[in-house]
């Protein structure tokens, strides 16, 4: 049975306190000039106008940015990255070199996976959508159902504009000229892309919308011969799949989609790499600035989108820890490891590989079992039991890194998907408040089962006993900053025209100094009577033992969001 469903911006979870300032109008929270009482408020005035003024800025270079990736133009690889030259003409270059300029070398499976060939050289169509999207019946692979379901792809052709609507096979319409067009997805290069305001409109087909909406801005359908079919019927099935509890929802999909693509998409200097001779005395050079995206293959960009739109896939609102304690099946299936993350992986794959949602079809076999092989080493990499070490690996490797080399694109992919889905605390305020919010209420919601089930709560997951500051001061300061700060000094997170850091540091630590402002208020107005100890929340600690099948707050729970019902043109 399905959850009911609570609005979408349901309350703050019990004592989840509002230490909010209001946005600004662009959307950027204003830096709270009362944020102490300091003698120095009006340098502080001073430079809040200053960073105002340099996100307005921005603003206007989005734009650009949006330009240079104009409807369907090239995203496409580039090798050799450029020097301070124009990011417009950097991206638009006609010449520079695709896949087949990049060296390969082959995989080797961290996880003992057969060593799978790299990329091939091939060349790929660019007339994708004139020929392919028409109903036919000359492909022999094709089966009865393949050809019935293309003939639901209606076609009106007016000089070169090509108009297709497509229906997937369970009946949703998608336009892709008002996809195309739509405005909005107009703000997906922007860091404070407004998610829960696409999400009320789109309840039901935000993350089919907005994967659609980047693999056209990155060229994947023309470049892999996407079937806009089977493209929708994976991504529409792939989004029905998501529970609709408080975070781990398609909304939370969308929103890590949607920071691989910000991450992938600007341009950043990377710090490593740099030569220096070590008898000069000039400064080292500055590195150069070239997007994430310019430096990895097409098929790594396609599977790294591919693999966040499914990473939580199928989540049941409960900790794989939980998942341990109770011997959920899922947990006896995977003996204990990285549960959830199998799961998502493995289920979302099934999937993927129904005749009918095989969007991957023309890949090569070679590319086929790289495709694979990345779409499962990125969603492995979002449990959080390996964030340690994926950072100190990255730490380690920094020295000699290379993105020409593959295994080192991969730990950078994993580094993006990563950063990004744990994304809430580096957005401005008003975001990251909400997915507070839902974090907590899902946390509430595992508590009650916890309680219902005999079992101790785990730490933050107590609703009689909520301390939403402390649980984000130790989030922020234990999980996230260690990861923001590794890719932030070596350089691989944007700082947009304008700015002289990146936008996610100052925001994270303006959001951490607002739950650090709180913990005092709290602290200096009431003794605590109990305190749940350390730890952050079991999020990363196992635990183990006890009884039980699976647990499904979809029955007993309350749950998400009257407005999903309700709105939207899905
Ligand atoms: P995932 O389950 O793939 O989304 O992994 C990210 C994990 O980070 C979540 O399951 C949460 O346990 C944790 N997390 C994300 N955001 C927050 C937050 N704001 N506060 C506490 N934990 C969080
Ligand atoms: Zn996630």
């Not at 504009?161 to 009946?171: F, K, M, P, Q, R």
């Not at 209420?441 to 219902?452: L, M, N, P, S």
């Not at 033992?545 to 019902?565: F, G, H, I, K």
Request: a negative charge; one cysteine or more; hydrophobic letters at 35%.
């Amino acid at each position: 049975m399905l959850p009911s469903r609570r609005s979408e911006s349901h309350s703050p979870a019990s004592r989840c306190k509002s230490a909010g300032h209001p946005l600004t109008t662009n959307g950027f929270h204003s830096i709270p000039s009362s944020a102490s009482s300091s003698t120095h408020s009006m340098n502080r005035q001073g430079s809040v106008d200053n960073l105002i003024f340099k996100l307005l800025t921005r603003q206007k270079y989005v734009a650009k940015c949006l330009g240079f990736v104009p409807a369907r133009s090239s995203v496409a690889i580039q090798t050799t990255p450029v020097v301070e030259r124009d990011i417009v003409g950097c991206l638009n270059e006609a010449s520079k070199p695709r896949i087949s300029n990049i060296t390969f070398s082959t995989v080797t499976s961290a996880t003992g996976l057969p060593t799978v060939p790299a990329e091939p050289n091939k060349a790929r169509s660019s007339s994708y959508w004139k020929t392919e999207a028409t109903p036919s019946n000359n492909n022999e692979h094709e089966t009865p159902a393949d050809l019935l379901r293309k003939i639901s792809v209606s076609r009106k052709e007016s000089g070169t504009h090509v108009d297709t609507v497509v229906t997937t096979i369970d009946g949703q319409r998608y336009d892709t000229k008002e996809l195309d067009n739509d405005p909005d997805f107009s703000e997906t290069a922007e860091w404070a892309f407004p998610i829960f305001q696409i999400s009320r409109k789109y309840p039901k087909t935000i993350l089919s919308r907005l994967t659609y909406n980047i693999f056209q801005q990155a060229e994947l359908f023309r470049i892999f011969k996407v079937s806009p079919i089977k493209f929708f019927n994976f991504f529409h099935a792939l989004e029905k799949g998501y529970w609709e509890i408080p975070y781990h929802n398609r909304i939370h999909a969308a929103d890590v989609l949607h920071g691989c693509y910000y991450l992938s998409v600007h341009p950043v200097r990377p710090q490593f790499g740099v030569v220096k001779s070590p008898d000069s005395l000039l400064p080292a050079p500055l590195p150069l600035a070239a997007s994430i995206m310019s430096q990895m293959s097409t098929l790594e960009l396609m599977a790294l989108f591919t693999a966040a739109a499914m990473h939580d896939y199928d989540h049941p609102g409960r900790t794989n820890a939980f998942l341990v304690t109770v011997e959920d099946k899922k947990a006896i299936l995977y003996n204990d490891r990285s549960v959830l993350e199998n799961h998502h992986a493995a289920e979302s794959w099934k999937l993927l590989n129904r005749p009918e949602n095989h969007f991957i079809e023309n890949l090569d076999p070679a590319e086929m079992k790289r495709f694979r092989y990345l779409v499962l080493e990125y969603i492995l990499a979002t449990d959080l039991k390996q964030h340690f070490e994926i950072i100190m690996t990255f730490n380690d490797r920094l020295a000699d890194m290379d993105l020409q080399v593959e295994s080192d694109r991969l730990l950078v992919g994993k580094l993006l998907i990563k950063m990004a889905d744990i994304n809430s605390p580096t957005k401005p305020y008003g975001l990251h408040r909400q997915w507070t919010d839902r974090i907590c209420e899902e946390f509430y919601e595992q508590g009650d089962d916890e309680r219902k089930r005999g079992l101790a709560i785990t730490p933050y997951m107590d609703r009689g006993d909520a301390q939403v500051a402390k649980l984000q001061d130790s989030f922020i300061a234990h999980v996230v900053s260690p990861l923001a700060q590794a890719m932030h000094e070596s350089g691989l997170l944007p700082i947009l025209p304008g700015l002289e850091t990146s936008e996610l540091m100052i925001n994270m630590q303006h959001n951490h100094r607002k739950w650090k402002e709180e913990i005092e208020v709290e602290t200096a107005n009431y003794e605590p009577t109990t305190c749940n100890g350390g730890g952050v929340n079991g999020v990363i600690e196992e635990e183990s033992a006890s009884t039980s099948d699976s647990p499904d707050p979809r029955r007993d729970s309350p749950s998400l969001d009257s407005e999903l019902s309700q709105v939207g043109a899905d």
